[in-house]
């Protein structure tokens, strides 16, 4: 068993030195919203429009809004008409009453970043134009970690004598992937997976031929599974660090499943090289799902 030690010993070092670039990375991705608007040839101010309750509305003195947006908005003035303004669904400025650290910042042209701490997962957007039009878009869900919207405004008729335009134009969330990308590092992430493991089961001595067969289905089918978990842990949970939960939760469970299936399959040598082999495969795989967290976080873009 001693080769055995030694292979397990050599996949912890590789483990370990994993974890340490992890740690590497930024301690706290923060959740962000980016919405492009589209179809806007006038000059306007954006903002979104968040729930807030009774006790939280007022209107802002002078001081009051110039702090809220001092450090934390994208002009160095704000719209008149958003500081009281409270519709009927109770939805209010994000960037006059949302009491936590905030801000909105236009990336580029017509493209606004919110974010810093947390923007609202439900809210709406809205447009005040220099010539005093407000358009107010539909309630938006936001589902992804960080989501990016486009809002058009490009089909609505505007008219000399309306000022106000509630559920107007067409927003939509941006597919957060590319589903063929994702595919493809998929295809290759199982692939590479299934090589080590066959590997590993021919260093343990296993010859059988059906063995390997019935092995690489197992593989193939926790390996799916588990990426899958870590690709939802990325786009919808928290970023790299929901993407890492979800490897130690998945692989903890894969280890599990392949522990119960390996012990039935793995006849041609004792239990206990097959709860080993289980083991180190599967430290093998662990590893190989640290350095896919940076391949997804470029795909996800």
Not at 25 to 50: C, H, N, R, W
Not at 245 to 256: R, T
């Amino acid at each position: 068993m001693k080769r055995y030690r030694i292979l397990v010993s050599f996949l912890l070092l590789f483990l370990l030195s994993g974890l340490v670039y992890q740690t590497r990375a930024d301690m706290g991705p923060k959740p962000t919203s980016t919405v492009q608007i589209i179809g806007m040839d006038e000059e306007y101010y954006f903002d979104l429009l968040y729930e807030i309750s009774d006790y939280e509305f007022k209107v802002l003195n002078d001081d009051e809004l110039l702090q809220q947006i001092e450090y934390d908005y994208y002009k160095d003035d704000f719209p008149d008409l958003l500081n009281g303004y409270r519709d009927s669904d109770g939805f209010a400025s994000y960037t006059l009453y949302e009491g936590i650290p905030h801000s909105i910042k236009e990336t580029e042209a017509n493209t606004f970043l919110c974010g810093y701490f947390s923007p609202p997962s439900i809210f709406k957007v809205v447009i005040i134009t220099e010539s005093g039009k407000m358009f107010v878009s539909e309630i938006v869900n936001k589902t992804a970690f960080n989501a990016s919207f486009t809002y058009d405004l490009s089909t609505v008729a505007v008219s000399d004598d309306q000022d106000l335009y509630l559920n107007a134009g067409a927003i939509s969330e941006v597919a957060p992937f590319s589903i063929v990308n994702f595919i493809l590092m998929l295809a290759i992430l199982v692939i590479v997976t299934l090589v080590v493991e066959l590997l590993i089961l021919y260093a343990f001595g296993y010859r059988d031929k059906k063995v390997y067969i019935k092995v690489g289905i197992v593989n193939l089918i926790t390996q799916i599974i588990l990426q899958l978990l870590i690709l939802y842990g990325f786009v919808y949970v928290w970023n790299v660090f929901g993407a890492f939960a979800f490897l130690v939760l998945g692989e903890i469970g894969v280890f599990i499943t392949e522990i119960i299936a390996y012990r039935i399959i793995l006849k041609e040598r004792s239990k206990g090289r097959a709860f080993v082999y289980a083991l180190v495969a599967n430290l093998a795989t662990f590893i190989l799902g640290l350095i896919s967290l940076g391949y997804l976080a470029s795909i996800v873009s």
